[in-house]
């Protein structure tokens, strides 16, 4: 750096310091107020926005793939280009490398020019770093390649720099329509990249998570009914399940009721996190948790232990929001329908058996076109039909069907309560409308008496 250029600086530097402002305090002081304020907005989306919760860890599920936060997915992509053994290098020394080249920045580089055309290296080769790190970005974000990426980067980049380097004989217009350009073609590739991701993420089931106990015994109360309504009854008041040894005879087994103060009393939370994990094997029950062979996650065995505290534990009181019951009530002269009361009943008290996977029957309940038409009877229930099998075997009468004789519904002995049994039959008499809508439009139309 020559002597007088050095002056030239200096003296700039003095001027500017007269009508400047300082450091200290001025400029601490604005800092201050930025930086309060970014945090009272980040207080505000923490609290009010929130980030959107996975299920609990479960080392058990093997399909979990981690990925990490998309200002990472380079880091992430770039270390496919490293061998196992190597990783390390990908994932530490050279990222270290990096960051320590640029803290270690005004070291080294004494170039005192800022302007661009001056500092061709330098910026040249953070433009070959970054142009890598959001082509590797865009890489394992989309399904755009890493060639595509690349040269859709250097596009917009060059578009940019043409725009940006001032010369004589370029008009002002021209400039601002490449400026233009090149932002647009960034919005372009960062929607594209935001749409492609959001498709890729839109294929994975999202799991559904709770977080007050309210969710929790509704998740929970759905999950009891699919899985253990069929050995414990609806009400965990037991019955009786068939068990076949391992010579092939079939013996009639009592399953006795969980329901009881005996049982909250005496298990803590643990140990029916326990039981439901590792089944009963010597006493019929299978195991449920990932673990151990069965098809229930840590955070839905879970929500089945507070299902069944708050139900049947007395000392365990229920909040206020959860309390309503799952099953609405019927008014006078309401016309149920499939969507609000029919399909709440069925869930709690048949689609434990009457669902996809049953080998011990094709009547398939958990949705209105199946239960219409399904089964090996069908149609099991018939608008308008007061003899339709299902209000028969709800009923307490058998059946006897085209397969052999059709048992009482629900076979455990305990027939369903009077009101919902008065539900189907209402139900059947109205025309067994799907929707609400459908419903109420019904509910009205009947002539007031
Ligand atoms: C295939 C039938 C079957 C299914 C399905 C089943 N269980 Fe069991 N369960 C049993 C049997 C049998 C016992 C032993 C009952 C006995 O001792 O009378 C039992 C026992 C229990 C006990 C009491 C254990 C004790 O010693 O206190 C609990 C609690 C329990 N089951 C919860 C559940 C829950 C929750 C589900 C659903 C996730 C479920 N079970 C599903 C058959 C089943
Ligand atoms: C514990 C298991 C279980 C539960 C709970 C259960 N079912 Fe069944 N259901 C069966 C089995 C098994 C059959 C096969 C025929 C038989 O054994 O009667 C059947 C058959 C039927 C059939 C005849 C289907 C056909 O096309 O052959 C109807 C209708 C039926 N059930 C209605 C109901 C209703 C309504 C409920 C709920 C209130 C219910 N079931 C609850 C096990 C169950």
Known sequence: MNEEYKNKVNKKYEKNLQKGERFWPDSIYKDLLISFAIFILLIGLA??????????????????????EWYFLFLFEFLKYFPGELEWVGATVIPGILVAALLLLPFYDKNPYRFYTKRTFA?????????????????????????????????VWGTLFFALHKRPEQKTATRK????????????????????????????EEAVVANTIAEKMALGQDLYSLQCVECHGADGEGGTITVTAADGTEELLPVKAINTKDEMYTRNDETLYNIIAYGQPSLGMTP?????????????????????RY????????????????IPALAEGEVPSYEVHISAVTKRYCVSC??????????????????LNGGDN???IVAGDMNS???QVIQGNEVNGQTGLIHVMPPSGKPLKDEYIDMFIRWVEAGMPNTAADAAALSTAAPAE
Request: net charge negative; aromatic share 10%.
């Open 177 to 204: 329509s490449l400026l233009w350009l090149a932002t647009i073609g960034i919005f372009a590739i960062i929607g594209t990249a935001y749409v492609q991701t959001a498709a890729l993420a839109g294929d994975e």
């Open 288 to 308: 449920f948790g990932g673990a151990y062979g069965g098809e229930l996650s840590t955070s839905e065995i879970e929500y089945i232990v507070t299902y069944l």
């Open 389 to 391: 099998i299902l209000l």
């Open 47 to 68: 609290s009010f926005v929130g980030v959107h919760p996975e299920p609990k860890v479960d080392p058990t599920d093997a399909t979990y793939v981690p990925r990490p």
């Open 378 to 380: 069908a149609p099991n």
């Open 311 to 326: 139900t049947w534990d007395d000392r365990a009181e229920v909040p206020a929001d959860a309390v309503s019951s799952s």
């Open 123 to 155: 910026l040249g080769l953070m433009s070959f770093i970054v142009g890598g790190m959001v082509t590797l970005t865009i890489k394992a974000a989309t399904v755009i390649t890493g060639p595509m990426a690349l040269a859709l980067f250097a596009l």
């Open 354 to 371: 009457h669902r996809e996977g049953k080998e011990n029957n094709n009547y398939i309940m958990d949705n209105y076109e199946d239960l």
